[in-house]
């Protein structure tokens, strides 16, 4: 090779070098819950499309948890584990579009933030009537549209991002879907909830999906979700330190003594370490600092209140005792 082509094979690796130094790194995802949905104000339109009360607002937000994991901003509180949360701490139904409720809950879940919000409009969009807006009303407009006129469905979802440290509203969106389709009935041929089964409302099924109705929901929450992705910068960033043992061994799975409540979530990743001596104070006894040499890591695959289930990878076999930490950053 020439000195020439020596000399620009140097500059150029050099460049790559200072390119890759210099490239950002990606901030970690903040973590938040999403709280059941207030649905009080289109209360009424639901009875009458359905013919009973169904919880909108759960559906809705089991739908803006899958839209949020999808597009990947955020970590996402796992729905079970909220949904636990909130029997044990006996709140009510009145509590979901409360922030300091919601900022309560989201401490004891861990996250950066929760985000809450109301149903605004949830039904059909039949201006001539003049009755019931876009709600509709149950005389007129349930069970799959007695009046037998065309008209399309539209949603309208408000949703606010609370930092669960300060109760402070980081961002307030609205999410608006309308259907593509006119029909004379939101929820299927023949409108009534038969098509749906007597076992509750499933909104992310597919029956409801293909719906006129489904479709002004699916367009509201994927709206709602794109706005709340934009807002994700304006979440503090808190660091979770975990801290805890090794409780039990199974091959490559261990079992922490510390979970949900110590901040640990699913897909935490957590550095396993082994005490190799302490340090004591020469006159008291007391250990000052106990010297750990690390063996490997471990990812966090199942979290309960106070244990976590995670998958070890390292050179040693892990055993009772051995340290898990958060990795220093």
């Known amino acids: ?17 200072c390119t890759a130094q210099n490239a950002p790194t990606s901030a970690p995802k903040k973590r938040v819950a999403v709280m ?12 009458a499309i359905w013919g009973t009360d169904q919880d909108v607002g759960k559906g809705i937000a089991d739908m803006l948890v899958q839209k949020l994991l999808e597009d990947g901003k955020f970590r996402v509180f796992e729905r079970k584990a909220l949904d636990k949360l909130i029997t044990e701490q006996n709140f009510s139904n009145s509590d979901r579009a409360d922030p300091a409720t919601a900022a309560k809950l989201g401490k004891l879940a861990g996250v950066e933030a929760i985000i809450i919000g109301s149903i605004t409009q949830f039904g059909r969009d039949d201006k001539k009537t003049g009755v ?24 309208a979802i408000t949703a606010r991002l609370v930092d669960t440290t300060t109760g402070e509203i ?16 939101l929820v299927g041929a023949g409108g009534g909830p038969g098509g749906f089964g007597g076992g509750g409302l499933d909104m992310s099924s597919s029956n409801f999906q293909q719906t006129i109705l489904g479709e002004a929901v699916t367009a509201a929450v994927a709206s709602t979700a794109s706005q709340l992705d934009d807002k994700a910068g304006a979440l503090p960033t808190v660091k979770v330190e975990v801290s805890g043992l090794v409780a039990d061994v199974s091959g490559n799975v261990l079992i922490l003594n510390v979970g949900r ?44 209140d106070d ?3 995670v998958t070890f990878t390292g050179s040693t076999p892990a055993k009772v005792g051995d340290v898990a930490k958060t990795p220093a950053s």
């Open 170 to 185: 980081l961002a307030s969106v609205t999410g608006t879907g309308e259907s593509k389709r006119s029909g004379t009935s």
């Open 132 to 155: 019931g807006g876009f709600g509709g009303a149950a005389g007129r407009f349930g069970l799959g549209g007695v009046q037998h006129k065309e008209a399309k469905a539209v949603c």
């Open 36 to 47: 059941n949905f207030d649905y009080g104000t289109v209360r009424s339109a639901v009875a």
């Open 307 to 309: 244990t976590a289930t």
């Open 261 to 304: 409540r110590a901040g640990v979530q699913v897909g935490d990743k957590l550095e396993i370490s082994r005490a190799v001596r302490t340090v004591k104070d020469p006159s008291t006894g007391k250990v000052l600092k106990t010297v750990t040499n690390k063996i490997g890591d471990a990812v966090v695959t199942e979290v309960d």
């Open 1 to 17: 090779m020439s000195r020439a082509l020596r000399f620009a094979a140097v500059l150029l690796l050099a460049a790559a070098v």
